[in-house]
Structure formats: structure tokens, C-alpha cells
């Protein structure tokens, strides 16, 4: 998966650090595109363009937290960067909670796979 981008580098940071991924030892701050592999999931490039990103992505991330709970993983990726958009969460824990990475790509956080079970038993 590919996304076009301000700073390749910075924003490859980012989400190595939401998919508990790692940036390629080949890109450097500065450099024109970096690559992140995640133990689980997607190859991301990130490619430097000169275009700012300019209205609401068409296809977007929802990431379901497999060690913690939907709150603690919200709360993780703002301490990494992120910025909430939007809170679709419900009293009764369904829901969802909609952030932006550093450059506003939109994502969002849906309950774990434990809350879920919790939730029907």
C-alpha cells in the first residue's frame, strides 16, 4: 500500500509506530520515499509528493487492537501523533473512535477482539 505524502520519512515513523512495524534501515530523514514492514499486516511506502492531501481519504485503516482495549490503543496513537476526528463511541462500548495521522489521513480504532467477545457473552 502506498501513500503519497509531505514527508516520506516522518510519516513512515508514525505508522511504524501504530503497526508495531519498523522502518526500512535503508531510509533516512529526508529521504524521497521509506518503507515500513509490520509483523502482521501491509508493506507501507511513503512517497514524498508536493501536493497536500486535500479532502477525506476514500479508502482508510480501521485497526483492531489485539492486546489492549479500543481506549488504551486510542490512547497510544495520540500519544504518537495522532489527532481525534471524530467519537463514535456508545455507552454500551460499541463504536468506534475516527483520529488522523500527522498529515490527516484518517483512520479509525474499533473495539479488541476480547471486548467483542465480552460484549456477547
Do not use: I
Not at 38 to 64: A, I, M, W
Amino acid at each position: 500500500m502506498t501513500f503519497d505524502c509531505s514527508d516520506a520519512y516522518a510519516l513512515a515513523t508514525f505508522w511504524a509506530g501504530v503497526l508495531e512495524g519498523r522502518v526500512s534501515e535503508e531510509d533516512f530523514p529526508g529521504d524521497p520515499e521509506a518503507l515500513v514492514t509490520t509483523p502482521e499486516g501491509p508493506t507501507l511506502l511513503f512517497v514524498t509528493v508536493p501536493e497536500k492531501k486535500g479532502v477525506k481519504n476514500r479508502v482508510h485503516f480501521d485497526l483492531q487492537p489485539q492486546d489492549r482495549s479500543r481506549d488504551e490503543e486510542v490512547e497510544r496513537v495520540v500519544a504518537l501523533g495522532a489527532t481525534l476526528v471524530g467519537d463514535h463511541r456508545l455507552p454500551d462500548g460499541r463504536g468506534w473512535v475516527t483520529l488522523a495521522d500527522p498529515e490527516g489521513n484518517e483512520f479509525c480504532v474499533e473495539r479488541s477482539s476480547g471486548e467483542r467477545a465480552a460484549a456477547t457473552s
